[in-house]
């Protein structure tokens, strides 16, 4: 059985951290190319990084770049977004993304909420 399964969201200062983990299972993890969306309310999904499956090569959102770094660890089967600076805007529902070729899995989601 396929599973992805987020955590580390919650309750953040303007200009604090956070680091989301998405432990993998079910799939080899390895062969996934691994993203990470978010969702405020009444917007799109959008995608906020990528890392390729292979040499682990990323790419990022302008709105996130040089703030957010995507990160994973085959052994583990765990991708990682670690979250600096944040802001406000920042606040979604943060969702992992498994992709290989027509294969892909979705995470259930993880709260991340920035505010004073």
């Known amino acids: 059985q396929v599973q992805l399964v987020e955590s580390g969201g919650g309750l953040v200062q303007p200009g604090g951290s956070l680091r989301l983990s998405c432990a993998a299972s079910g799939f080899t993890f390895s062969g996934y190319a691994m993203s990470w969306y978010r969702q405020a309310p009444g917007k799109k999904r959008e995608l906020v990084a990528s890392?390729?499956?292979?040499?682990?090569?990323?790419n990022y959102a302008d709105s996130v770049k040089g703030r957010f770094t995507i990160s994973r660890d085959n052994a583990k089967n765990t991708v990682y977004l670690q979250m600096n600076s944040l802001k406000p805007e920042d606040t979604a529902v943060y969702y992992c993304?498994?992709?290989?070729?027509?294969?892909?899995?979705w995470g259930q989601g993880t709260q991340v909420t920035v505010s004073s």
């Open positions: 890392i390729t499956s292979a040499v682990g090569g990323s």
């Open positions: 993304y498994a992709r290989k070729y027509h294969y892909n899995h």
